[in-house]
């Protein structure tokens, strides 16, 4: 009878990007997920959860993603 054993899930790491902040709740906390065990690294909001893009995917750095702008009224 065979056997598996887990890996112990990665945890988040909290990081902050140079004047960005999520396009959904504004909050500039994102949670750097490992991904493909350790070779890649979604970002995601610390907040909302919102997926924010890739840093690194396949052990390569990526540039990271300014995240999409949610278009707002100036207008009261």
């Not at 054993?5 to 396009?23: F, V």
Request: some cysteine.
């Amino acid at each position: 009878m065979a056997t598996t054993t887990e890996r112990p899930k990665a945890q988040p790491k909290r990081i902050y990007l140079d004047g960005q902040s999520c396009s959904r709740c504004e909050s500039p906390a994102f949670n750097a997920i490992p991904v493909q065990d350790g070779r890649g690294t979604r970002l995601d909001c610390a907040r909302c959860g919102l997926a924010h893009g890739f840093s690194k995917w396949n052990g390569h750095d990526l540039e990271i993603p300014k995240p999409a702008g949610i278009a707002r009224s100036t207008e009261d």
